[in-house]
């Protein structure tokens, strides 16, 4: 995972009025849940979305009055109208105990089945995964060079070194569909009317996500 550095001031107080409060002066209510307790503080408003807006997903390191605790953004809450942090929860990370979180999904190369005048869809753009803190990787790098008209990539055929996959392993993550004036030559034919109906899964899985 990327790294970031948030510093926090303790609440003195938990309550509406008081979060309203801290909301005025442009900050935002936090919760940080982690070794059988909850620590309560806010971060600069400006600051913390820069994390939590990000595709990327980070181990932040949390300055809470001088306290330092490695976390993740666990939750959030954001206003309908405004798009502002209404709330963040963090879940403090220890070194030997398993973690769950979505990563991104880097698409890489250009797909033979593109060129060949086909169609690329990315049914999913994150990948669920369980592993230690330290083991847990940035993104998930996908190659779709080979892929065909009529192929797709499941979560089956992505391999995570040290981290557990979360997701249904027939889970089609992106696919090369026929598109009009497309050009198959002889290999994407064959193997588009072989694997075409396993590539028509993709809109049901991304409903599914």
């Known amino acids: 995972m990327k790294k970031a550095q948030l510093s926090g001031s303790l609440r003195a107080n938990?309550?509406?009025?008081?979060?309203?409060?801290?909301?005025?002066?442009?900050?935002v209510p936090c919760v940080?849940?982690?070794?059988?307790?909850?620590?309560?503080?806010?971060?600069?408003?400006?600051?913390?979305?820069?994390?939590?807006?990000?595709?990327?997903?980070?181990q932040v390191e949390l300055d809470i009055d001088g306290t330092k605790k490695r976390a993740i953004v666990q939750d959030?809450?954001?206003?309908?109208?405004?798009?502002?942090?209404v709330h963040v929860d963090f879940l403090e990370l220890?070194?030997?105990?398993?973690?769950?979180?979505?990563?991104?999904?880097?698409?890489?190369g250009r797909a033979r089945g593109v060129i060949n005048g086909g169609k690329m869809y990315t049914v999913f753009r994150t990948m669920k995964v369980e592993g230690l803190p330290n083991d847990v990787p940035a993104e998930v790098e996908i190659?779709?060079?080979?892929?065909?008209?009529?192929?797709?990539?499941?979560?089956?055929?992505?391999?995570?070194?040290?981290?557990?996959l979360l997701n249904?392993?027939?889970?089609?993550?992106?696919?090369?569909?026929?598109?009009?004036?497309?050009?198959?030559?002889?290999?994407?034919e064959a193997e588009s009317s072989e694997e075409a109906p396993a590539a028509t899964e993709a809109p049901a899985e991304g409903a599914a996500e």
Do not use: C, W
Request: net charge positive.
């Open 14 to 27: 938990v309550g509406k009025k008081d979060a309203k409060a801290i909301r005025v002066a442009e900050r």
């Open 168 to 188: 249904d392993e027939n889970a089609v993550i992106v696919s090369i569909k026929m598109a009009r004036g497309a050009v198959a030559d002889s290999h994407d």
């Open 143 to 164: 190659d779709v060079t080979n892929l065909r008209i009529g192929q797709s990539i499941r979560v089956r055929d992505v391999k995570v070194p040290g981290v557990k």
């Open 94 to 108: 220890v070194d030997n105990k398993n973690i769950k979180v979505g990563i991104p999904i880097r698409i890489t």
């Open 32 to 58: 940080l849940y982690g070794s059988g307790e909850q620590t309560y503080f806010s971060v600069r408003s400006i600051d913390v979305e820069k994390i939590i807006f990000s595709p990327d997903v980070y």
């Open 76 to 85: 959030k809450q954001i206003h309908p109208l405004t798009d502002k942090p």
